[in-house]
């Protein structure tokens, strides 16, 4: 049995190296073009006038990110205005979780109306770039525009 216990404990460290680390203050924030649930394809580009962004990563199922729509919601409706709009992007893979299906996140979308975009991140690439570990895991992004040569 020890044997086991000691190939599974090297495994998961193997697996937690491999695990991308969460972006730091001051880090560039990874772009993206994921598929929204209006099925347009969204990223930082889409929003040319904005100062910057609150990406949170969030989903249907999880318990806290479930308790945490409204405050979502709310800091959607605080922070648009003043330039830093919500993209949500939901980082569960579906054939895991059934509730987390692109179909069901339609749904929540339009029952909770989200007057923000509600992303689907396919092989959690966006997930693994920003490190997030948890739902609901926000990120405030500030655009900087790039210096000219």
Do not use: W
């Amino acid at each position: 049995m020890k044997k086991y216990i000691t190939i599974l404990l090297v495994f998961t460290a193997i697996l937690s190296q491999a695990q991308s680390k969460t972006l730091k203050a001051g880090e560039p924030a990874p772009d993206f073009k994921l598929k929204n649930v209006d099925n347009k394809d969204i990223s930082f580009e889409s929003y040319p006038n904005a100062k910057g962004f609150i990406v949170v990563f969030t989903c249907n199922t999880c318990p806290y990110a479930k308790a945490y729509e409204q405050r979502i919601i709310d800091l959607d409706k605080k922070f648009r205005p003043e330039g830093y709009p919500v993209i949500a992007i939901n980082p569960n893979d579906p054939e895991a979780s059934k509730a987390d299906t692109f179909d069901k996140m339609q749904d929540l979308a339009k029952e909770k109306k989200y007057a923000f975009p509600y992303l689907f991140d396919k092989g959690q690439v966006v997930t693994d770039q920003y490190g997030a570990k948890h739902t609901p895991h926000l990120f405030v992004v500030s655009k900087r525009q790039k210096e000219l040569s």
